[in-house]
T-cell receptor, first 113, second 113 residues
Framework: KAGVTQTPRYLIKTRGQQVTLSCSPI?????VSWYQQTPGQGLQFLFE???????NKGNFPGRFSGRQFSNSRSEMNVSTLELGDSALYLC????????????FGPGTRLTVT | DQQVKQNSPSLSVQEGRISILNCDYT??????FLWYKKYPAEGPTFLIS?????DKNEDGRFTVFLNKSAKHLSLHIVPSQPGDSAVYFC????????????FGKGTKLSVKP
């Protein structure tokens, strides 16, 4: 089975812009989660989508949003980018939910200048 | 408030010796614990997990120990190999398959030849 894929792998944006990141889960996995990784904070949970519905949400501002399509592919959007949004954004998929073993993609490295 | 803590940001071990990575948690509702390994420029990969009904789980060179009364778990790697050099994340969940996975900030393990 192909693993979790994320596009793009690297992205440079300017403060105030918006960005959309994409994630394709492992075939058959219905749960897709997004995490932000920064050097000082480790992996922080953004949100989880299951069957096109947001089921769990972390403690991030409303500028961070996402969606999931009927084929389980997911997108994450960040509007009005701030310098502090520079991070590695990781997508993970699992069969039924975030409380079980998840499979991570390689991440998208976002740099905001 | 950090619910999962990895108090050692880094650990250096000689090849062939034992590596012990520690993790503490505060939420007594956590009932499933996982360890992930992360190499630079890659997403985390699942290593080993343990349910709260057990106190030990072994997989090859990797053993996870859980001490529920102390809210502490540890990962033992024996013998350590240079290829084990990576960042190790401890994670915990407590809501079944739909519970959020809470990650620690990681411990960077360096195994010296």
């Amino acid at each position: 089975k192909a693993g979790v894929t994320q596009t793009p792998r690297y992205l440079i944006k300017t403060r105030g812009q918006q960005v959309t990141l994409s994630c394709s889960p492992i075939s058959g996995h219905r749960s897709v989660s997004w995490y932000q990784q920064t050097p000082g904070q480790g992996l922080q949970f953004l949100f989880e989508y299951f069957s096109e519905t947001q089921r769990n949400k972390g403690n991030f501002p409303g500028r961070f949003s996402g969606r999931q399509f009927s084929n389980s592919r997911s997108e994450m959007n960040v509007s009005t980018l701030e310098l502090g949004d520079s991070a590695l954004y990781l997508c993970a998929s699992s069969l039924v939910g975030t409380g079980e073993k998840q499979y991570f993609g390689p991440g998208t490295r976002l740099t905001v200048t | 408030d950090q619910q999962v803590k990895q108090n050692s940001p880094s650990l250096s071990v000689q090849e062939g010796r034992i590596s012990i990575l520690n993790c503490d948690y505060t939420n007594s509702m956590f009932d499933y614990f996982l360890w992930y390994k992360k190499y630079p420029a890659e997403g985390p990969t699942f290593l080993i997990s343990i349910s709260s009904i057990k106190d030990k789980n072994e997989d090859g060179r990797f053993t996870v120990f859980l001490n529920k009364s102390a809210k502490h778990l540890s990962l033992h790697i024996v013998p350590s190999q240079p290829g084990d050099s990576a960042v190790y994340f401890c994670a915990a969940s407590g809501g079944g398959s739909q519970g959020n996975l809470i990650f620690g900030k990681g411990t960077k393990l360096s195994v010296k030849p």
